[in-house]
């Protein structure tokens, strides 16, 4: 050191010398070099170690004005839980201390790493080389555990991955919220005010979640665990990040305790094209990746992710065997046993002496089978025949009872209409039927979706939810119609705005029928296509396409040309053209939805109203208002003839002509239709609707262009309201509405 520099000690054994250098830190042993990082609590920094061997290390101190009490004890927490451990996944811990000023600090191991996620996918790793890198990580957890550690914070940014020899080598660091299970770290006290999370929300399990502390054990972190295996063979998390974070600590609460993550096969078909760009980070296609994750993988993350830990693993260790028997071939613990099961994973594991066993077996076989096969599949198709013939029967022995209320000895000169013989035989249902579960499912599911049709989506609701309660308890057996049931409540869920609960429920319908039926069943496109809906009224387009073009293209291989199941898939793509503005290819695939639906169903059916209305929105967004009119009132005609004048589908036609007559200056005309199609959606959809909140908005438009900008802020306002509490500040409706609320503002009369 030169004699004119200067030493700027604070007595707490760091010190500022300045020179001819320039600014240079010493703690204890070690220089100060560059700032890593910092943390909530702490400081990271690359140091050089002076003595007694010089090395570059990484040295943690506790930030200025954070050193209280509790900050001070989880800090020396981390520091005692590190020196605790040694394991080679496991940043290693060098020396610790403390400056004369109480500011503790520790010496560790310097990972020059990048996130396992971020290393995946940048050197494109595979689905089996992830799960080689992840078994380490979960041996590293379970040292941890050995040693009475919990981390609690485990997630892609604490697990660095480093290169060793051309190989990569996973380094678990931040041991800073870690809780002793066996001993007391320090002696100072370490506890979690009421009311503060400790960790990061999106790996958080729901025990966690709690606001005590108090319920953790080692299964906190096999969750999170689950979360970071999960988003490694996924490329992305089940729940959205940014929702999370802003909800409400009472809602994030709910979401982490409540909320059922999709199957990583399934969170990839719903991905839209974003699915193409996890597929080739993992070295292979979108069809490829859904079929390695769907079933043995499937299992091994959700096992992970149950929100009953009893039902996790029990450890960390437990979790890599059961990874490790999927990589070798070998049954799961986590996937229900069945004899087919293991003798199929028996059989990939020792395939060539199986092949010649085999030969010789079906040999031996062959002429028995032939002889019984016949047999067996008469007394089952008997059993199937029966069974079938009686459901029939009771129910249409309760039909003609039903309806006989109608006969005039019965109605005794009162006029009983359909609504009254459907809300009589819902009730008669649930008296009546209860002996008879799978005729009772079986009719809860048909009037639910008769009540869902005619906008009744509070009768509605009840029925499917008991229905798929009663086909869940019918077991095994009835899968299929648990699917069915499934996906007309999800269908339901989403007519009522509740986007959540019908992604979820269709979810679970799109994987019982592609495991019963496979995956180019015509019922899977169905799925794909609802689904596709529901991610669309999120305002999730690029999810909505890629469902979209795969419900397409099964429902076209698997269906007849003119079926109209049909039509409704290539209705949705028209939408999806017409929400780019290729006008032309929209209108094209709405004459052929069109054409479609008047020649199967009839000039008169409700779907067909649909395409109109579909139609007709294309030709005013076009400023073609003589096309759009017919097309408009046509669909009203029909919707109020066939669904009743309050029916939601009315509303829309409503307030569809409320536009096309605003856009024309005929204003009295367009609000007495925004009236009616309001009352209409309030009614029956709920005054928070997104269909209530897009209504107010375009009254605010018509009073905007009138000059009344009062009445139209009171609107606007009513609309961002809800919208708000409803959908994510990115949704387009949202934006939309908020544009234009700053664009009437802005004028000079405000």
Request: proline fraction near 4%.
């Given at each position: 050191?030169?004699?004119?520099?200067?030493?700027?000690?604070?007595?707490?054994?760091?010190?500022?010398?300045?020179g001819?250098?320039?600014?240079?830190?010493?703690?204890?042993?070690?220089?100060l070099?560059?700032?890593?990082?910092?943390?909530?609590?702490?400081?990271?920094?690359?140091?050089?170690?002076?003595?007694?061997?010089?090395?570059?290390?990484?040295l943690?101190?506790?930030?200025?004005?954070?050193?209280?009490?509790?900050?001070?004890?989880?800090?020396?927490?981390?520091?005692?839980?590190?020196?605790?451990?040694?394991?080679p996944?496991?940043?290693?811990v060098?020396?610790?201390?403390?400056?004369?000023r109480?500011?503790?600090?520790?010496?560790?191991?310097?990972?020059h790493?990048t996130?396992?996620?971020?290393?995946?996918?940048?050197?494109?790793?595979?689905?089996?080389?992830?799960?080689?890198?992840?078994?380490q990580?979960?041996?590293?957890?379970?040292?941890?555990?050995?040693?009475?550690?919990i981390?609690r914070?485990v997630?892609?940014?604490?697990?660095?991955?480093?290169?060793?020899?051309?190989?990569?080598v996973?380094?678990?660091?931040?041991?800073g919220?870690?809780?002793?299970?066996a001993?007391?770290?320090?002696?100072?006290?370490?506890?979690?005010?009421?009311?503060?999370?400790?960790?990061?929300?999106?790996?958080?399990?729901?025990?966690?979640?709690?606001?005590?502390?108090?319920?953790?054990?080692?299964?906190?972190?096999?969750?999170s665990?689950g979360?970071?295996?999960?988003?490694?063979?996924?490329?992305?998390?089940?729940f959205?990040?940014?929702?999370l974070?802003?909800?409400?600590?009472?809602?994030?609460?709910?979401k982490?305790?409540?909320?059922?993550?999709?199957?990583?096969?399934?969170?990839?078909?719903?991905?839209?094209?974003?699915?193409?760009?996890a597929?080739q980070n993992?070295?292979?296609?979108?069809?490829?990746?859904?079929?390695?994750?769907?079933?043995?993988?499937?299992?091994i993350?959700?096992?992970?992710?149950?929100?009953?830990?009893?039902?996790?693993?029990?450890?960390a260790?437990?979790?890599?065997?059961?990874?490790?028997?999927?990589?070798?071939?070998?049954?799961?613990?986590a996937?229900?046993?069945?004899?087919?099961?293991?003798?199929?994973?028996?059989?990939?594991?020792?395939?060539?002496?199986?092949?010649?066993?085999?030969?010789?077996?079906?040999?031996l076989i062959?002429g028995?089978?032939?002889?019984?096969?016949?047999?067996?599949?008469?007394?089952?198709?008997?059993?199937q025949?029966?069974?079938?013939?009686?459901?029939?029967?009771?129910?249409?022995?309760?039909?003609v009872?039903?309806?006989?209320?109608?006969?005039?000895?019965?109605?005794?000169g009162?006029t009983?209409?359909?609504?009254?013989?459907?809300d009589?035989?819902?009730?008669?249902?649930?008296?009546?039927?209860?002996?008879?579960?799978?005729v009772?499912?079986?009719?809860?599911?048909?009037?639910?979706?008769?009540?869902?049709n005619?906008?009744?989506?509070e009768?509605?609701?009840?029925?499917?939810?008991?229905?798929?309660?009663?086909?869940?308890d019918?077991?095994?057996?009835?899968?299929?119609?648990?699917?069915?049931g499934?996906?007309?409540?999800?269908?339901?869920?989403?007519n009522?705005?509740?986007?959540?609960?019908a992604?979820?429920?269709?979810?679970?319908?799109?994987?019982?029928?592609?495991?019963?039926?496979?995956?180019e069943a015509?019922?899977?496109?169905?799925?794909?296509?609802?689904?596709?809906?529901?991610?669309?009224n999120q305002?999730?387009?690029?999810?909505?396409?890629?469902?979209?073009?795969?419900?397409?293209?099964?429902?076209?291989?698997?269906?007849e040309p003119?079926?109209?199941?049909?039509?409704?898939?290539?209705?949705?793509?028209?939408?999806?053209?017409?929400?780019?503005k290729?006008?032309?290819?929209?209108?094209?695939?709405?004459?052929?939805?069109?054409?479609?639906?008047?020649?199967?169903?009839?000039?008169?059916?409700?779907?067909?109203?649909?395409?109109?209305n579909?139609?007709?929105?294309?030709?005013?967004?076009?400023?073609?208002?003589?096309?759009?009119?017919?097309?408009?009132?046509?669909?009203?005609?029909?919707?109020?003839?066939?669904?009743?004048?309050?029916?939601?589908?009315?509303?829309i036609?409503?307030?569809?002509?409320?536009?096309?007559?605003?856009?024309?200056?005929?204003?009295?005309?367009?609000?007495?239709?925004?009236?009616?199609?309001?009352?209409?959606?309030?009614?029956?959809?709920?005054?928070?609707?997104?269909?209530?909140?897009?209504?107010?908005?375009?009254?605010?438009?018509?009073?905007?262009?009138?000059?009344?900008?009062?009445?139209?802020?009171?609107?606007?306002?009513?609309?961002?309201?809800?919208?708000e509490?409803t959908?994510e500040?990115?949704?387009p409706?949202?934006?939309?509405?908020?544009?234009?609320?700053?664009?009437?503002?802005?004028?000079?009369?405000?």
């Amino acid at each position: 050191m030169s004699e004119d520099s200067t030493i700027n000690a604070d007595r707490d054994r760091t010190a500022t010398m300045t020179g001819s250098g320039g600014e240079v830190r010493v703690i204890g042993n070690y220089r100060l070099l560059q700032k890593l990082g910092e943390g909530g609590m702490g400081e990271v920094w690359e140091a050089e170690q002076l003595q007694p061997v010089q090395r570059r290390v990484a040295l943690k101190l506790i930030k200025r004005g954070m050193d209280s009490a509790q900050v001070i004890a989880r800090f020396e927490s981390e520091r005692q839980a590190l020196a605790l451990m040694d394991h080679p996944a496991i940043a290693k811990v060098f020396d610790a201390g403390t400056t004369e000023r109480g500011r503790p600090f520790f010496v560790m191991e310097l990972v020059h790493g990048t996130p396992i996620t971020d290393y995946c996918d940048r050197h494109r790793l595979t689905v089996r080389e992830r799960l080689d890198l992840f078994i380490q990580v979960c041996e590293g957890i379970q040292h941890a555990h050995q040693k009475a550690i919990i981390h609690r914070d485990v997630k892609p940014s604490n697990i660095l991955i480093t290169e060793h020899d051309g190989a990569p080598v996973p380094k678990i660091i931040d041991f800073g919220v870690a809780k002793a299970t066996a001993q007391r770290l320090t002696e100072r006290t370490l506890f979690t005010e009421l009311g503060q999370l400790i960790g990061t929300p999106e790996y958080m399990s729901p025990e966690q979640a709690e606001l005590t502390g108090e319920d953790i054990d080692i299964r906190t972190d096999v969750y999170s665990l689950g979360m970071v295996l999960y988003e490694l063979l996924v490329g992305a998390l089940p729940f959205d990040p940014k929702e999370l974070r802003q909800a409400g600590l009472l809602e994030l609460q709910r979401k982490i305790r409540e909320d059922e993550p999709a199957r990583p096969s399934t969170q990839i078909t719903r991905m839209g094209g974003a699915s193409t760009t996890a597929a080739q980070n993992r070295s292979t296609t979108p069809l490829a990746l859904v079929k390695s994750l769907k079933g043995d993988l499937d299992w091994i993350v959700l096992k992970a992710l149950d929100r009953d830990r009893n039902r996790r693993y029990a450890s960390a260790h437990a979790f890599a065997e059961d990874t490790q028997r999927f990589l070798a071939d070998e049954t799961v613990h986590a996937r229900p046993p069945s004899t087919f099961y293991r003798t199929s994973k028996f059989i990939r594991r020792h395939r060539l002496g199986m092949a010649a066993g085999m030969a010789v077996l079906l040999a031996l076989i062959a002429g028995v089978l032939v002889a019984t096969l016949g047999l067996t599949r008469a007394r089952r198709a008997e059993r199937q025949a029966t069974l079938e013939a009686e459901t029939a029967r009771q129910v249409s022995d309760f039909l003609v009872d039903t309806f006989g209320l109608a006969d005039p000895s019965e109605a005794r000169g009162n006029t009983v209409t359909a609504r009254e013989l459907l809300d009589a035989g819902a009730e008669r249902i649930r008296e009546e039927l209860r002996d008879q579960p799978l005729v009772q499912s079986r009719l809860m599911t048909t009037i639910g979706e008769v009540y869902t049709n005619l906008g009744l989506y509070e009768e509605a609701d009840t029925l499917l939810e008991d229905s798929v309660s009663a086909w869940r308890d019918l077991g095994e057996e009835n899968r299929l119609d648990l699917a069915t049931g499934l996906h007309l409540l999800g269908v339901l869920y989403d007519n009522q705005g509740r986007y959540l609960e019908a992604q979820r429920t269709l979810e679970e319908a799109l994987f019982i029928r592609e495991d019963e039926l496979g995956p180019e069943a015509s019922e899977v496109g169905s799925s794909l296509n609802s689904l596709a809906i529901v991610e669309w009224n999120q305002g999730h387009y690029e999810q909505a396409e890629g469902l979209l073009a795969r419900a397409l293209s099964i429902k076209e291989r698997t269906l007849e040309p003119d079926d109209p199941s049909l039509a409704s898939s290539i209705t949705n793509l028209g939408v999806l053209y017409h929400s780019q503005k290729k006008y032309s290819e929209a209108e094209l695939q709405f004459k052929r939805a069109l054409a479609i639906t008047e020649d199967a169903l009839g000039s008169d059916h409700p779907d067909l109203a649909a395409d109109l209305n579909n139609l007709g929105s294309l030709y005013e967004e076009q400023e073609l208002y003589s096309e759009a009119e017919p097309l408009f009132q046509r669909a009203l005609a029909i919707w109020e003839k066939t669904l009743g004048p309050d029916h939601p589908d009315v509303g829309i036609a409503l307030h569809n002509l409320g536009n096309l007559y605003r856009n024309q200056r005929k204003y009295e005309r367009a609000q007495r239709h925004y009236e009616r199609s309001l009352r209409v959606f309030e009614q029956n959809l709920g005054p928070e609707h997104l269909y209530v909140a897009i209504s107010l908005r375009e009254q605010a438009n018509s009073f905007r262009d009138q000059g009344d900008f009062a009445e139209a802020k009171e609107l606007y306002d009513r609309s961002l309201s809800i919208l708000e509490a409803t959908v994510e500040l990115d949704h387009p409706e949202y934006v939309e509405t908020r544009e234009q609320y700053s664009a009437m503002s802005a004028l000079p009369s405000l």
